[in-house]
């Protein structure tokens, strides 16, 4: 059963989000919430058509989650003013969004809000990260696929698009990049890159695993080696997404 709805926001706003329930969803019960989160500038999640996750989404439904995505500030479909609002601070209103949004759903009464989980691929992996050391410990488990960890990392065409340079927006860099938040990470956490990545480097991963490692919290590590940024061939899709449940059926 899939949903698609608008949740408040403290500050007036109305975010779109879609739910996928399971077929036999009963009010009376409490449900684990699993959050799929892109995020990023100028993206859209909450739309009508089917993604290439969906099946997945889908299957998890049928072992007795619910499955929720939220647009957040900084998206499309929403006018200028609202695509725009994250210029020069990629990260912060993002993850402002996010925690409130997840907030609102673990206050349904059909939501067990000790059960929050999030997951999310390349920008997802960033706003996952972000999520899980700035969300308060709001969040049980997260998974962050390819993640960004610092733009300063990142390629300068994309990224001066939205941020200009480091010189020019050096807090706007580094108050939003993981790295620095590290020993706020609060939750089950696997951190999942291939080692080939050539859009968003493994340099990312490698670093946020060092700092985690420097802050003493504990995380789970997969490293897929000589795969780009797809995790795509010799069997990995299989391996990746088979590693990933595993992980929210014990976690979450």
Same mark, same amino acid.
């Given at each position: ?13 109305? &975010? ?73 601070? &990629?990260?912060?209103?993002? +993850?402002?969004?996010?925690? /409130? ?31 899980? +050391? ?36 050096? /807090? ?6 993981? &790295? ?39 995380? /789970? ?6 795969? *780009? ?20 059926? *014990?976690?979450?």
């Amino acid at each position: 059963f899939e949903a698609d709805f608008r949740l408040p926001t403290k500050d007036g706003m109305e &975010l779109n989000a879609w739910m996928i329930r399971p077929a036999d969803f009963d009010p009376a019960k409490k449900y684990p919430l699993f959050i799929y989160v892109y995020g990023g500038p100028e993206s859209q999640n909450v739309i009508d058509a089917w993604g290439r996750r969906d099946p997945w989404f889908q299957m998890l439904a049928q072992q007795g989650y619910i499955v929720a995505c939220v647009d957040n500030r900084g998206t499309n479909g929403r006018g200028e003013a609202f695509r725009k609002a994250t210029y020069m601070q &990629l990260g912060r209103l993002e +993850t402002i969004d996010q925690v /409130e949004a997840a907030r609102w759903l673990g206050d349904l009464e059909y939501i067990d809000r000790e059960r929050i989980g999030i997951f999310g691929w390349s920008y997802g992996g960033y706003m996952t990260s972000l999520c899980l +050391t700035k969300g308060g410990g709001l969040y049980r488990m997260g998974i962050a696929v390819a993640p960004v960890t610092s733009w300063r990392y990142y390629d300068t065409v994309y990224t001066e698009r939205f941020m200009r340079t480091p010189r020019e927006n050096p /807090e706007g860099y580094d108050q939003n990049s993981p &790295l620095l938040f590290a020993g706020s990470l609060r939750g089950k956490f696997l951190l999942i890159h291939g080692s080939a990545d050539d859009n968003v480097h493994f340099q990312n991963s490698m670093d946020f695993a060092e700092a985690l490692v420097r802050a003493d919290r504990p995380f /789970e590590m997969q490293v897929y080696p000589n795969k *780009n940024h797809g995790i795509q061939g010799g069997n990995t899709q299989f391996h990746l997404y088979s590693r990933m449940t595993d992980f929210i059926l *014990n976690n979450l």
